[in-house]
């Protein structure tokens, strides 16, 4: 197994950041993986998994082995009637897979079309966009537990997804390298039309296809979204912060413009960028980072931008909001810890 040596990073990270790991390797199969984590050369190294790194933001170098699964098989495990389960490899890339599936008549992950990353990165925030989310279509994830190198395989279920959520981001955090994602699609795919700016895009389409859903929410995301090969960014910084409908209902009666989106019972998701909008961030540059002009929770990298500076600046927003609003806003994006 080849694992290089003072790796850069810059290209291996959307938001462009300058950093160096220690050690790099790219396994192709489970063989290969296990034989890295057994190779007693990093036996006592701490290991960062990543995948395009789209979500993931280098708060420095990285004094270990960064692991980057690059496993690309795709294949049919049942079909019956109405569905087809296809095991994917964690090294396929996600908009790749998504183009397979349309292309074939699969359906299930179409509105998921255009969001940058790896097949196995899907369950570790349970992707989402457009009235659609990873969870909705994963049936089965496979994985190797970094620190006994055994493969285990968990179901949707015991994923606990949730919002921008999964057991890979809380309990299973930093312990896990996923192989596999296996996906249940419809032979017979229900169109899903809810969301708003996808339903009027399709508004003159007659009973519009997969086809017709995936290029409309590229055009969508294509017109809305800051390419990162053009300004270096990670999608949405932070998550929506879910609150108590009866406090986010005070925020409302203050502010009649605000849109509230139904959470759980009881509970109500509130923009993140509408939070920061708000505050004041909205197209505001400081030094070498920034937040989008359009989009205030599109964070940006100008060119010599370090992670560190891109994380005090988040820091300053969150601290920003909670004092205005009272309300904490997490971050979606994934901080690297190096010892
Ligand atoms: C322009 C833009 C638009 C985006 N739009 C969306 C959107 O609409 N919806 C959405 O949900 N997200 C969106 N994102 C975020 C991002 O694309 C997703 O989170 C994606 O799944 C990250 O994939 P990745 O391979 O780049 O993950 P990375 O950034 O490499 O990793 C993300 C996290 O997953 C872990 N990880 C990655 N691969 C594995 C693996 N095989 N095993 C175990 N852990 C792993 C990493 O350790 C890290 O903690 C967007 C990002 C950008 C830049």
Request: proline share 4%; aromatic share 8%; net charge neutral.
């Amino acid at each position: 197994m080849i694992a290089e040596s003072d790796k850069d990073l810059k290209r291996l990270n959307t938001l462009g950041l300058s950093a160096k790991a220690a050690w790099y390797a790219a396994p192709c199969s489970v063989r290969d993986i296990k034989e890295l984590l057994n190779d007693s050369r990093f036996a006592a190294m701490q290991k960062l998994v990543l995948g395009s790194g789209s979500n993931t933001l280098f708060s420095g170098d990285y004094n270990g082995l960064v692991i980057h699964p690059a496993i690309k098989e795709i294949s049919i495990t049942e079909i019956s009637d109405t569905t087809i389960k296809l095991k994917v490899g964690a090294g396929v890339d996600w908009d790749k897979f998504v183009a397979y599936c349309v292309d074939r008549g699969w359906g299930g992950v179409e509105n998921l079309s255009g969001i940058p990353g790896c097949v196995g990165a899907s369950p570790v925030q349970n992707i989402g966009a457009y009235g659609s989310e990873a969870k909705d279509t994963i049936e089965l994830v496979d994985y190797i537990d970094i620190s006994t190198c055994e493969e285990r395989r968990i179901t949707a279920a015991e994923c606990r997804f949730g919002y921008r959520d999964s057991i890979f981001k809380q309990k299973l955090k930093g312990k896990t390298i996923i192989t596999f994602v296996t996906f249940e699609l419809a032979l017979n795919p229900i169109i899903n039309t809810t969301y708003a700016d996808v339903k009027e895009m399709l508004s003159s389409t007659e009973n519009p296809t997969l086809f017709d859903i995936r290029k409309a929410i590229i055009d969508i995301r294509t017109a809305k979204l800051p390419d990162p090969a053009e300004i270096a960014n990670a999608g949405s910084f932070f998550k929506n912060p879910i609150v108590e409908e009866s406090f986010a209902e005070k925020i409302k009666e203050s502010n009649p413009t605000l849109r509230l989106y139904p959470s759980s019972p009881g509970y109500t998701k509130i923009p993140a960028a509408w939070l920061i909008e708000q505050c004041g961030f909205k197209g505001v540059r400081e030094s070498n980072v920034g937040v989008h002009q359009n989009h205030a929770l599109v964070l940006l990298a100008y060119e010599g931008a370090t992670g560190r500076e891109l994380l005090e600046f988040a820091q300053k927003i969150k601290r920003t909001v909670k004092a205005r609003f009272s309300i904490d806003i997490d971050m979606e994006v994934n901080v690297t810890v190096s010892s």
